[in-house]
């Protein structure tokens, strides 16, 4: 089981998964099938996206941040960046933070993924 999936499933705690379908708007086999890391056809490992987790978050009354933060989308250090610390940085640093902090989580997340591919 994949550590957001576990995470999911504990903090669900005794809420039936009907009941989490019907408050994120999500069915119950995707939310089992994400807690289970498992698509049940394919048996392939199941990645919530963010608007998931974002849905996933609000039905459990639980932080979006930390949620992206388990499932791998960014890590801890990406959402503590100090303004003090871009006076240190270079100016196209400087403007590209902005724009991120401009970006809704889901398009943070996408562009998060995007730099990995192309620094690989």
């Known amino acids: 089981m994949s550590a957001i999936g576990e995470y999911l499933k504990k ?8 009941e989490a379908a019907k408050r994120s708007g999500l069915s119950h086999s995707y939310i089992s099938s994400v807690e289970n ?3 049940p ?10 608007d998931s987790l ?7 009354n639980h932080s979006y941040e ?3 933060k388990i499932a791998g989308y960014y890590e801890e250090s ?3 960046e100090d303004t003090s610390e871009l006076e240190e940085i270079s100016e196209n ?12 989580e889901e398009e943070v997340a996408y562009f998060y993924d995007l730099m990995k591919r192309i620094k690989k």
Do not use: Q
């Open 66 to 68: 930390e949620l992206m």
């Open 93 to 104: 640093r400087k403007k590209a933070i902005e724009e991120i902090r401009k970006m809704d």
């Open 11 to 18: 903090i669900r705690g005794d809420m039936p998964l009907r």
């Open 78 to 80: 990406d959402t503590s």
């Open 37 to 39: 890391d498992k698509h």
């Open 41 to 50: 056809t394919t048996k392939a490992p199941v990645k919530p996206s963010p």
């Open 54 to 60: 974002k849905r996933l978050a609000k039905a459990y």
